[in-house]
């Protein structure tokens, strides 16, 4: 049979192993935008691009060839925009 001095002896080793995480310190939590580079800002679209896009748009173009075709398109209406002046 357990003494009074060995059942004190296990309840306090007992509450001291359940209070030890109670104590246990924690890192604060860092802030998410100071580690992730910050993103560009967007350019405010042309006329013309938007133009453009409605227009690729119209004709169902995708990927590579809406690229290409948005990329002539809009070379040739800045050069319309400029003879016009």
Known sequence: MMTISSRAAAAA??????ASSA???TTAPTAPA????????EKPRS????????????KG??????HKFRSQCIKDAKAAATKSK
């Open 34 to 41: 100071a580690t992730t580079p910050a993103k560009k800002a």
């Open 13 to 18: 080793l007992a509450s001291l192993l359940l």
């Open 47 to 58: 006329p013309e691009s938007i133009e453009c896009s409605k227009q690729a748009d119209e």
């Open 61 to 66: 173009l995708h990927g590579k060839q809406r």
């Open 23 to 25: 104590f246990a310190q």
